[in-house]
């Protein structure tokens, strides 16, 4: 008798993956001493997949490859760079949910919200092909007997360090733009979540971008991460990630005169005015802090209220957040894992800072009790501005609420922060939100919601959160230089500065 015929199963989100080697001129090696790190499941605390952990030699090979396929790929026209580029977005749809299940399983987030951030990463790819034929320079009128003009260039090398919250998401936000302006590219994912990098290097070479023009080597801040910022073939770094570790790339940078694009932490902002609806606030703040499990740079960190509204508007969050629904990534709840044992660490020890410096736990600050690295969804009120779980980035479901008794003392403790990422505004006066969009210190600014920003519009942060700008077309400002050519027609000799 005949066997029976399998019924069609759904892939496990590691089969989609090649390999887990390094990924360097087009093809997959280990590193050059053998070394492996372990990806870890955050829902259950065991591994998931052994990859290979570049050293220095590689980091160097990766950047020689890089240097070496630039002219090419600098030289290629520029509506067939954005034709490649293109097809790089449309693969990723193709594979969307494969890549949400990697994603999931790598980094902890419900796999609905990595299914959103894999369809943003393949806007990113769409976005930034539409430009490859329209970045131009400028005529520049010096006068009759002189031709001016300029030219945007690429840097050559851009080495791009992602972090570990939105891995596939930011790979795509840092290297399409850098395609597109015709730089090669050396990517370093974090080391707790490198497989989403890995398989969108491969689709970009399935989409038909050149070998060595995509380079991926997860790896450990050090040596990996430092000998890519060190290195003397990088033209450019792009980073996102922590304050401490933008310096140590900024110090590294400045040995080799290396631009850098920094997109570093914060802790965002929102103010609730009295005529604001309550219930639409109560929801954006909350998704603001809880989606990702706080693990966003843009949360919605710090609720500041207005004293007249604040008991109401703190039972609507305390309501929500009680009513979250904690799971495994895969089971697709409200809220997963934190990404990490050091996280959850660390999270924790903060609750324990605000209980002790004199807050209100209004609700979760609690482990669960399961395998993985799951805590509560977090509310302190009572909060004073200079309280440590007012000024610290706590990277976790935490939120902390303030209250205020006019506009000039909300926009002072917004603004009374070394950070300035986002903030958010909700009123129903329009004049007032256009007030204090202007008054208050941070690249992005909301009204009315959170996470307003989109692939088309430029994000990056003030003070110590951070230098240049991602998305839109300002990004490309990143990824380009700027060349002035002065052609003679018919003048005299000019002296400097004249």
């Known amino acids: ?74 030289d290629t026209d520029p509506d067939e760079r954005g034709r490649i580029v293109y097809e790089v977005g449309r693969l990723i749809r193709d594979h969307a949910d494969d890549l949400a299940a990697l994603e999931s399983l790598d980094q902890g987030k419900p796999v609905s919200q990595a299914k959103s951030d894999v369809i943003g990463a393949a806007r990113y790819f769409e976005y930034y092909a539409g430009a490859a034929d329209k970045i131009e320079g400028t005529s520049v009128p010096v006068g009759p007997e002189q031709v001016d003009y300029t030219v945007r260039e690429p840097y050559g090398v851009s080495a791009q360090i992602t972090p570990w919250n939105f891995p596939g998401n930011l ?11 015709g730089n090669a590219t050396v990517v370093k994912p ?8 890995l398989r969108l290097a491969e689709l970009c070479a399935e989409a038909g971008v050149p070998d060595g023009v995509v380079n991926v080597v997860p790896g450990f801040g050090d040596p990996a991460g430092k000998a ?27 040995e080799t005169v290396t631009p850098v694009t920094l997109e570093l932490g914060g802790k965002n902002p929102a103010i609730v005015f009295p ?18 499990a706080g693990q966003i740079c843009s949360a919605a960190d710090r609720a500041i209220v207005h004293e007249s509204v604040h008991e109401d508007l703190v039972e609507k969050i305390v309501e929500i957040a009680e009513s979250t629904e904690i799971a495994p990534g895969s089971d697709d709840a409200d809220m997963g894992p934190v990404v990490s044992a050091e996280q959850l660490e660390k999270i924790t ?8 410096e004199g807050a209100t736990l209004e609700t979760g600050g609690e482990t669960l009790e399961r395998e993985g690295y799951f805590v509560e969804p977090t509310v302190f009120t009572d909060v004073d501005p200079e309280m440590r779980i007012a000024r610290e980035e706590i990277f976790g479901p935490v939120l902390s609420v303030l209250s205020f008794a006019d506009e000039a003392e909300a926009v002072e403790v917004a603004n009374d922060s ?3 990422l986002v903030a958010g505004v909700f009123t129903s006066d329009v004049t007032r939100a256009h007030r204090l969009a202007r008054r208050l210190e941070a690249g992005n600014v909301y009204v009315n919601k959170w996470f ?41 000799a000019d002296l400097p500065g004249s």
Do not use: C
Not at 44 to 72: G, K, L, N, S, W
Not at 174 to 181: D, R, T
Not at 349 to 356: K, Q
Not at 454 to 465: A, D, L
């Open 190 to 197: 974090a080391e707790q979540t490198p497989l989403s990098s």
């Open 171 to 181: 790979f795509a936000r840092g290297v399409a733009p850098a395609l597109v302006a």
């Open 228 to 254: 890519l910022t060190e290195h003397e073939g990088v033209d450019q770094i792009t980073f996102t990630g922590s304050v401490p570790t933008g310096q140590r790339i900024m110090t590294a940078a400045a």
């Open 452 to 492: 307003g920003d989109t692939n088309q519009t430029p994000f990056g942060g003030y003070k110590r959160s951070g230098i240049g700008r991602e998305k839109g077309l300002e990004a490309l400002d990143s990824y380009l230089q700027t060349k002035n050519v002065a052609i003679n027609v018919d003048g005299d």
């Open 275 to 292: 005529d604001a609806d309550l219930e639409a606030a109560a929801e954006w703040i909350t998704t603001g802090i809880f989606t990702n």
């Open 1 to 74: 008798m005949s066997e029976p015929i399998d019924q069609k199963r759904e892939p496990e989100p590691l089969e989609q993956l090649s390999s887990t080697d390094l990924y360097v001129d087009g093809e997959w090696v280990p590193a050059t001493d053998g070394s492996t790190l372990e990806t870890i499941d955050p829902a259950t605390e065991e591994p998931i997949v052994a990859v290979a952990a570049a050293q220095a030699d590689d980091i160097d090979a990766a950047v020689t490859a890089a240097r070496d396929a630039f002219p090419d790929w600098r």
């Open 349 to 356: 020890r903060y609750i324990d800072v605000g209980t002790s």
């Open 418 to 420: 070394e950070y300035g």
